[in-house]
T-cell receptor
Framework: EPEVTQTPSHQVTQMGQEVILRCVPI?????FYWYRQILGQKVEFLVS????????KSEIFDDQFSVERPDGSNFTLKIRSTKLEDSAMYFC???????????FGPGTRLTVT | AQSVAQPEDQVNVAEGNPLTVKCTYS??????LFWYVQYPNRGLQFLLK??????LVKGSYGFEAEFNKSQTSFHLKKPSALVSDSALYFC????????????FGGGTRLMVKP
């Protein structure tokens, strides 16, 4: 069964550093998403991406965040200058045309020290 | 704005007994509703959805959920719980007039005891 994959599973970085989280969505899906979950809190929407552009973003997704689909398979989330409060589990998801459910990857745990 | 409430942090049931995990929602338009399950060190796994039509929807692993518009609820149910059902369950809503963004509840930990 096709799955969304994410790398790395755990990333530790120092405050102020740039990080790139990587995702490979399900191959025939057209909609891509990033969500995050700070420890002990709800899963929160960050951004959705369709047809090579951002279609929605939340208030969390400020100028320090960016997304890119650099090739036909990868979907990345970049955080330019990490802050302590960016420490969270980041989930990538994808969905297909005509399908309502989103399929999630296993997550990348980001720890900012 | 859309929101989801899962009023129970944890639900405990004995194996073989029926289980219910509660969810209520708030959206301005018509809701699309979803249940996801998370096992340790795994991502969110889709269980079932309500989009339109029959209020009782069936999903994976014998789970079902009932959409109740008047009570704005979408409770997850299973007639006979298994120990392997023990996991974290998330309810999510999407307003069909407001893009694809999912809003999640806080999650309910289901513990099924032998």
């Amino acid at each position: 069964e096709p799955e969304v994959t994410q790398t790395p599973s755990h990333q530790v970085t120092q405050m102020g550093q740039e990080v790139i989280l990587r995702c490979v969505p399900i191959s025939n899906h057209l909609y891509f998403y990033w969500y995050r979950q700070i420890l002990g809190q709800k899963v929160e929407f960050l951004v959705s991406f369709y047809n090579n552009e951002i279609s929605e973003k939340s208030e969390i997704f400020d100028d320090q965040f960016s997304v890119e689909r650099p090739d036909g398979s990868n979907f990345t989330l970049k955080i330019r200058s990490t802050k302590l409060e960016d420490s969270a589990m980041y989930f990538c998801a994808s969905s297909g045309e005509g399908y309502y459910e989103q399929y999630f990857g296993p997550g990348t745990r980001l720890t900012v020290t | 704005a859309q929101s989801v409430a899962q009023p129970e942090d944890q639900v405990n049931v004995a194996e073989g007994n029926p289980l219910t995990v509660k969810c209520t929602y708030s959206v301005s338009g018509n809701p699309y509703l979803f249940w996801y399950v998370q096992y340790p060190n795994r991502g969110l796994q889709f269980l079932l959805k309500y989009i339109t039509g029959d209020n009782l929807v069936k999903g994976s692993y014998g789970f079902e959920a009932e959409f109740n518009k008047s009570q704005t609820s979408f409770h997850l149910k299973k007639p006979s719980a298994l120990v392997s059902d023990s996991a974290l369950y998330f309810c999510a809503v999407r307003d069909h007039n407001a893009g694809n963004m999912l809003t999640f509840g806080g999650g309910t930990r289901l513990m099924v005891k032998p």
